[in-house]
């Protein structure tokens, strides 16, 4: 069901039909630079089901539509800001009605996991390779590094899945990322964006299952 959060970013949001209010997590989810379409209402649906959550994925980019090319979304990324899409995640997290909310995000979502360490909103978080510094042709004024947030939050509260051959999170990258505290989970032969959309060419069916069922291993523990 889709919903307008208070900020007037659309989410999408599906509570487990068989899970009372006591009972149920809340899970928000941090799309891919392609942001809210059927596969992720596809993924809140199943995710809600099959982990018993209340899940809610925000929208990243509000505002005008920017199609389904990647290149006006990547020239858009350096006038994201920070502060309204961190906000609009912890608006989210309040969405489910859960006092308990984990966050899982995949690729330019990952990244905002790293970001959302400083906030205590989010009693979990787990990263689905997630871009560790910030890419040169994103970097704008509302733009900070993702490092710098992991260092001034709860590292240790986060769970990365990365792809030992994504050029998003290069080997120096990934050795600063686990230096803060991350906990750290290499796939060898994958590439991004390799566990959440069995349309892309570099999915790996077991690999993704098992990225997915180390994430709720993580985010319920």
Do not use: N
Not at 186 to 191: S, T
Request: aromatic residues 8%; glycine residues 10%.
């Amino acid at each position: 069901m889709r919903i307008t959060l208070p900020s007037g970013t659309e989410a999408e949001i599906a509570e487990p039909a068989d899970s009372d209010d006591e009972s149920t997590m809340g899970l928000v989810i941090a799309p891919d630079i392609f942001g809210l379409r059927p596969l992720f209402d596809d993924m809140v649906a199943r995710l809600s089901s099959v982990w018993s959550m209340t899940v809610c994925a925000v929208e990243p980019f509000p505002g005008p539509d920017l199609g389904p090319d990647v290149e006006p979304r990547l020239a858009a990324m350096s006038g994201l800001d920070d502060a309204a899409h961190l906000r609009d995640l912890e608006e989210a997290a309040d969405a489910t009605g859960c006092e308990r909310v984990g966050l899982l995000g995949f690729c330019m979502g990952g990244m905002y996991c790293f970001k959302s360490a400083r906030s205590d909103r989010f009693a979990r978080i787990a990263s689905f390779y997630g871009m560790i510094r910030l890419p040169e042709g994103w970097r704008g004024p509302g733009q900070g590094e993702p490092l710098d947030h992991l260092a001034s939050g709860h590292p240790d509260r986060v769970l990365a899945i990365i792809g030992s051959l994504d050029p998003y999170t290069p080997p120096d990258d990934v050795t600063a990322l686990d230096a803060t505290g991350v906990h750290v989970v290499q796939y060898p032969e994958a590439e991004h964006g390799f566990a959440h959309a069995p349309e892309r060419p570099a999915h790996r069916p077991a690999d993704a299952a098992d990225a997915f069922q180390r994430a709720h291993t993580w985010l319920t523990s």
